[in-house]
């Protein structure tokens, strides 16, 4: 096994746990911070995040934590999401943010909701 291929493979990815619920985090460069919402995120995809958005990026996959059930979620699991990004968001020390979600049917509603009562969200792509 190729340690140093290994460390590079896994630069900036890490299992954060969010009230108990598994995420794969992907943190890297500097500057104003976009964090984006992700399901079953591959290596191709965060390479073209991080080609399109310029500064610090925070890739969040919530499919360890919701799996397949994304499509339907309940308001409740929804608002538990919502609070595990919040979370997120204070454990990184973020004061503004860019928040966009890339995951597909996904009812992000309640994340803006609780980054903008927070002062969090700086601009708000609501893509789906």
């Known amino acids: 096994m190729n340690i140093e291929k290994?460390?590079?493979?896994?630069?900036?990815?890490k299992k954060v746990y969010l009230h108990d619920r598994p995420y794969h985090v992907f943190d890297?460069?500097?500057?104003?911070?976009?964090v984006v919402l992700v399901n079953k995120t591959g290596?191709?995809?965060?390479?073209?995040?991080?080609?399109?958005l310029n500064g610090r990026l925070i890739i969040v996959d919530i499919a360890p934590a919701w799996g397949n059930s994304v499509l339907n979620m309940t308001k409740e699991q929804l608002d538990q999401l919502a609070e595990d990004i919040h979370l997120l968001v204070d454990i990184f020390?973020?004061?503004?943010?860019?928040f966009e979600n890339?995951?597909?049917?996904?009812?992000?509603?309640?994340?803006?909701?609780?980054?903008?009562v927070r002062d969090y969200c700086l601009e708000q792509s609501r893509a789906s």
Do not use: H
């Not at 890297?28 to 976009?34: H, K, Q, R, T």
């Open 43 to 52: 290596a191709e995809e965060i390479e073209r995040i991080t080609i399109e």
């Open 6 to 13: 290994s460390l590079k493979e896994d630069y900036g990815q």
């Open 28 to 34: 890297v460069g500097e500057g104003l911070c976009n």
């Open 93 to 98: 020390w973020l004061e503004e943010v860019n």
């Open 102 to 116: 890339r995951v597909s049917d996904l009812d992000a509603e309640p994340i803006y909701q609780v980054l903008k």
